[in-house]
């Protein structure tokens, strides 16, 4: 049978300390392939000790070093020469980081020629990993041009044929990839003994066009064409996801529990691209999905879903509880309309989820000011019903004696629309905070992305967007090492602000957040649920943890997260072996 090999495109440097969770999504294509005899070899430099190969421990150290000592110098001419050295080894690093990075792409094209690779697939990712991608994709035209390279992942999804624009894929797979992907494998077939791409890729294109192929990408003639989607479902994804266990990975599997949203209109959200419809897994399903990982050390889950209602997480919960399961999780959780009229219900929900591992939760509230809400966000609940589902948590938390983490979203600044000031949303934010006091908030600026509300009318919602910011988006790069005022300009700007100046908006507020109300910002739920598992619980310790691993992503010595990643590690293993 056909195989194909997968590699995980990636970045030069850490963005979150989350990043090297095991890949469902790759976990999933492999579990599937496999099932169906296709072989399957996922290549996924997501890990650790990849990432700390890419940047020479002095060279971070020193980095981390001086970045540290510049937050408590006061002498200006000191300062000045510390940020000077820092921003010039900064720039060092960065150059050392891609050189190693193209060397190790460079050699991985030729192992895949060696190989005599027929099939490769490339997860792609935005910023640099997208860069790096389009790296191998070049040197393996030039020196495997029999190989046939596609695509897949949430960035193709997102931006489907523009990709292919800017790139020089052959073939790509958005949404579900697993069901294109067994079809083109099983058109491989037809060529094991006698690879020849341009036939292989001729047959391909003949399929498609008969309507065979779903959620399909391809090439002809100098133009690129799409098929039509395939409606996702929970019920047909029947395969487990299978991981090559590694140390260097973090053991946490982002377990579908749901596709889609039950809500699925703000305005704001690109949800809907790529789940139109929302689906929910049987709850016995997903607990045999869990019994699977635990059978190999993993106890600790995400939930998939970007809303777990707490209504169908009690059930989920109630079926972990019966089948005496002992894991952690995080999920997502939106605030629920009317939570105060339903107050009693919900406190049982979240009592039930706490009781089955739930520890950590992501709350998009988006606003305190309840006309952004509704007229910008359409989120579709008030500022009542976001206090209300929190108390509700929180209630839920003094029942069982256990502590589950609140990590809550807002978009900071927002779009007026000429009725409201900055000033009063501010006012209502803080307002919020206060009465919700969550465990964290996370901050982000407004960003209008493709095939948002925000974005089609953007006119409307005051956003002035540059004709070329889609492909500039696609290979934007946040970087984190510098003030803001130094990142490469994006052609956004909101209400006649230019993006900086809504980042500095943003930057200004979550200090706000800190100093007045003692609540930490960006620390998000599956942060709180990697603390949690390697036993940091106390806000102090968190709150240092925070700052050390936030100055490991910029420095790029990662020591304390990978340390982080080797107790959550063994708190996995514990975990999941205990019966
Ligand atoms: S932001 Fe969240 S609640 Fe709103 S549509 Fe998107 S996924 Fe659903």
């Known amino acids: 049978m056909a195989e194909i090999i997968l590699w995980n495109s990636i970045a030069k440097r850490r963005r979150s300390i989350s990043d090297t969770f095991y890949d469902n999504g790759l976990g999933t294509l492999k579990g599937y392939l496999e099932d169906k005899g296709h072989n399957v070899e996922v290549i996924d430099w997501a890990r650790g000790d990849f990432f700390q190969s890419l940047s020479p421990l002095g060279l971070a150290r ?27 080894m900064q720039e060092t690093l960065s150059a050392i980081q891609r050189k190693r990075l193209r060397r190790k792409i460079k050699k991985l ?34 020196i495997a041009p029999e190989t046939c390279l596609i695509a897949g992942g949430y960035h193709l999804t997102l931006y489907e044929e523009r990709i292919f624009e800017n790139s020089e894929f052959d073939l790509g797979v ?29 047959d391909v294109t003949i399929s498609a066009k008969e309507g065979k192929i779903e959620n399909l990408i391809y090439r002809k003639d100098n133009r690129v064409y799409k098929t039509p989607r395939r409606q996702p479902s929970v019920h047909s994804s029947k395969s487990i996801p299978k991981y090559v266990i590694n140390d260097n990975k973090v053991s946490v599997h982002v377990m579908v529990e749901s596709l889609g949203c039950d809500w699925g209109k703000c305005h ?6 790529f789940y139109p419809h929302y689906s929910l897994r049987d709850p016995e399903e997903i607990t045999r999905e869990i019994e699977e990982m635990l059978k190999i050390g993993i106890g600790v889950f995400r939930f998939a879903g970007s809303d777990t209602p707490p209504s169908f997480g009690a059930r989920i919960g109630q079926r972990i509880k019966e089948k005496n399961l002992r894991i952690i999780f995080g999920m997502g959780s939106r605030p629920i309309r009317n ?15 706490i009781e089955s591992g739930l520890r950590a939760v992501f709350m998009g509230g988006e606003s305190g000011n309840d006309f952004i809400n509704q007229e910008v966000m359409n989120k579709g609940v008030t500022f009542e019903d976001i206090v209300w ?40 934010n803080m307002r919020l905070l206060k009465e919700a006091l969550p465990d964290s908030v996370m901050i982000t600026p407004p960003g209008p992305f493709l095939h948002t509300r925000w974005y089609e009318q953007r006119e409307k919602f005051g956003f002035k967007v540059e004709d070329e910011i ?34 500095e908006e943003c930057n200004e507020f979550r200090r706000q957040v800190e100093n007045e109300l003692d609540i930490p910002t960006d620390i998000s739920d599956e942060h709180f649920l990697m603390f949690y598992a390697a036993g940091i619980k ?13 100055l490991d992503i910029i420095s790029c010595d990662y020591t304390l997260t990978r340390e982080i990643e080797k107790r959550l590690n063994l708190f996995s293993k514990k975990i999941a072996y205990s019966d």
């Not at 939570?339 to 989820?353: G, I, S, W």
């Open 62 to 88: 020193g980095i981390r070093n001086i970045y540290t000592a510049l937050g408590s110098i006061k002498n200006k001419a000191i300062k000045k020469f510390l940020a000077f050295a820092y921003l010039n």
């Open 109 to 142: 094209a030729y192992e895949l020629k060696k190989k005599k690779a027929h099939i490769v697939g490339i997860k792609i990712w935005y910023g640099d990993a997208f860069k790096n991608a389009k790296y191998l994709i070049k040197v393996l035209k030039k």
């Open 268 to 273: 704001f959200c690109v949800h809907s691209q």
């Open 339 to 353: 939570a105060r009229q339903q107050y009693e219900h919900l406190v049982n929900a979240y009592t039930c989820l």
């Open 470 to 503: 889609i492909r500039l988006a696609m290979e934007y790069e946040y970087v984190l090492y510098k003030p803001p005022k130094l990142w490469p300009e994006l052609g956004i700007s909101l209400e006649g602000r230019p993006f900086k100046k809504l980042l």
């Open 538 to 550: 106390e806000k102090e310790e968190i709150l240092k943890v925070k700052k050390e691993t936030m």
């Open 389 to 428: 589902t929190i108390k509700a948590f929180k209630e839920a938390q003094n029942k069982t004696g256990e502590k589950a983490f609140l990590s809550l979203a807002l978009i900071y600044p927002a779009p007026l629309l000429g009725k409201v000031t900055l000033e009063k949303v501010k006012e209502d």
């Open 174 to 202: 958005v949404c579900e990839a697993e069901y294109a992907l067994e079809k083109i494998l099983n058109i491989a077939d037809n060529y094991a003994g006698a690879w020849d791409k341009n036939k292989f890729l001729n």
